[in-house]
Protein backbone atom coordinates (compact mmCIF):
# COMPACT_ATOMS: atom_id res chain seq x y z
CA UNK A 1 0.00 0.00 0.00
CA UNK A 2 1.19 3.45 -0.95
CA UNK A 3 1.23 5.83 1.89
CA UNK A 4 3.09 8.99 3.33
CA UNK A 5 4.05 9.72 6.66
CA UNK A 6 4.79 13.64 8.14
CA UNK A 7 6.09 14.19 10.77
CA UNK A 8 8.60 17.20 12.45
CA UNK A 9 5.39 19.65 13.26
CA UNK A 10 5.38 21.88 15.99
CA UNK A 11 4.92 25.24 17.98
CA UNK A 12 7.61 27.46 17.40
CA UNK A 13 8.33 30.99 18.18
CA UNK A 14 8.44 33.88 15.51
CA UNK A 15 12.47 33.06 14.00
CA UNK A 16 12.56 29.88 15.06
CA UNK A 17 13.36 26.59 12.95
CA UNK A 18 11.95 23.43 12.00
CA UNK A 19 12.10 20.34 10.01
CA UNK A 20 9.52 18.39 8.52
CA UNK A 21 9.89 14.89 7.31
CA UNK A 22 8.12 12.66 4.96
CA UNK A 23 8.23 8.64 4.62
CA UNK A 24 7.51 7.11 1.22
CA UNK A 25 6.48 3.69 1.64
CA UNK A 26 4.80 0.80 -1.30
CA UNK A 27 6.83 2.71 -4.37
CA UNK A 28 9.03 -0.25 -4.66
CA UNK A 29 11.86 1.04 -7.09
CA UNK A 30 10.67 4.41 -7.47
CA UNK A 31 12.29 7.70 -7.45
CA UNK A 32 9.67 10.15 -6.56
CA UNK A 33 8.86 13.96 -7.79
CA UNK A 34 7.83 15.00 -4.30
CA UNK A 35 6.39 17.99 -3.00
CA UNK A 36 5.21 19.91 -0.10
CA UNK A 37 2.00 22.06 0.08
CA UNK A 38 0.48 24.29 3.32
CA UNK A 39 -2.88 24.65 3.88
CA UNK A 40 -4.13 27.78 6.31
CA UNK A 41 -7.13 27.95 8.13
CA UNK A 42 -10.07 29.22 5.58
CA UNK A 43 -7.88 29.11 2.82
CA UNK A 44 -6.87 26.74 0.18
CA UNK A 45 -4.14 24.21 -0.22
CA UNK A 46 -1.15 25.83 -1.19
CA UNK A 47 2.43 24.67 -3.06
CA UNK A 48 5.46 25.47 -1.16
CA UNK A 49 7.99 23.38 -2.40
CA UNK A 50 9.52 20.35 -4.85
CA UNK A 51 11.94 18.10 -5.53
CA UNK A 52 12.35 16.75 -8.68
CA UNK A 53 13.87 12.75 -8.92
CA UNK A 54 17.27 14.43 -9.97
CA UNK A 55 17.25 16.87 -6.93
CA UNK A 56 16.22 19.84 -8.46
CA UNK A 57 14.28 22.18 -6.72
CA UNK A 58 12.12 24.91 -6.73
CA UNK A 59 10.34 27.16 -4.07
CA UNK A 60 7.37 29.25 -3.76
CA UNK A 61 8.29 33.15 -3.51
CA UNK A 62 6.67 33.44 -0.18
CA UNK A 63 9.46 30.69 1.19
CA UNK A 64 12.13 31.11 -0.79
CA UNK A 65 15.47 31.91 1.19
CA UNK A 66 14.06 30.65 4.55
CA UNK A 67 13.00 26.69 3.70
CA UNK A 68 14.76 24.16 2.33
CA UNK A 69 13.98 20.99 0.71
CA UNK A 70 16.38 17.95 0.39
CA UNK A 71 15.91 13.93 0.10
CA UNK A 72 17.45 10.87 1.11
CA UNK A 73 16.35 8.36 -1.31
CA UNK A 74 17.88 5.32 0.19
CA UNK A 75 15.33 6.50 3.29
CA UNK A 76 13.04 7.41 0.81
CA UNK A 77 12.35 10.70 3.09
CA UNK A 78 12.33 13.90 2.08
CA UNK A 79 12.75 16.69 4.25
CA UNK A 80 11.63 20.49 4.89
CA UNK A 81 14.17 22.57 6.54
CA UNK A 82 11.88 25.81 7.83
CA UNK A 83 14.66 28.65 9.06
CA UNK A 84 12.99 32.18 9.82
CA UNK A 85 9.57 31.52 10.35
CA UNK A 86 6.80 33.83 10.55
CA UNK A 87 3.54 33.85 12.46
CA UNK A 88 2.15 33.74 8.81
CA UNK A 89 3.58 30.12 8.17
CA UNK A 90 1.46 28.60 10.35
CA UNK A 91 -0.46 25.53 8.77
CA UNK A 92 -1.19 21.87 8.09
CA UNK A 93 2.14 20.77 5.76
CA UNK A 94 1.33 17.90 3.74
CA UNK A 95 3.47 16.05 1.45
CA UNK A 96 2.58 14.78 -2.02
CA UNK A 97 4.29 12.25 -4.28
CA UNK A 98 4.41 12.81 -8.31
CA UNK A 99 5.87 11.95 -10.68
CA UNK A 100 7.63 7.80 -10.02
CA UNK A 101 10.62 7.07 -12.06
CA UNK A 102 11.80 3.88 -12.61
CA UNK A 103 13.95 1.84 -14.39
CA UNK A 104 11.05 0.85 -16.14
CA UNK A 105 9.66 4.70 -16.96
CA UNK A 106 7.53 6.56 -15.27
CA UNK A 107 4.00 7.00 -14.10
CA UNK A 108 1.91 9.27 -11.92
CA UNK A 109 1.35 8.51 -7.69
CA UNK A 110 -0.34 11.70 -6.30
CA UNK A 111 -0.56 10.20 -3.12
CA UNK A 112 -0.72 12.68 -0.21
CA UNK A 113 0.15 12.59 3.57
CA UNK A 114 -2.03 13.06 6.45
CA UNK A 115 -0.50 16.36 7.35
CA UNK A 116 1.61 17.89 10.29
CA UNK A 117 0.48 20.66 12.09
CA UNK A 118 3.24 23.90 11.91
CA UNK A 119 1.99 26.95 14.32
CA UNK A 120 4.29 29.84 14.81
CA UNK A 121 3.46 32.26 17.42
CA UNK A 122 4.54 33.87 20.99
Known amino acids: QRQLMESGGGSVRPGGSLRLSCAASGFPGCTLVMTWYRQMPGKEREFVATIDSGGRTNYADSVSGRFTISRNNTKNTMYLQMDSLKPEDTAMYYC????????????????WGHGTQVTVSL
Open 96 to 111: KSGRCHWSGGYYNTDV
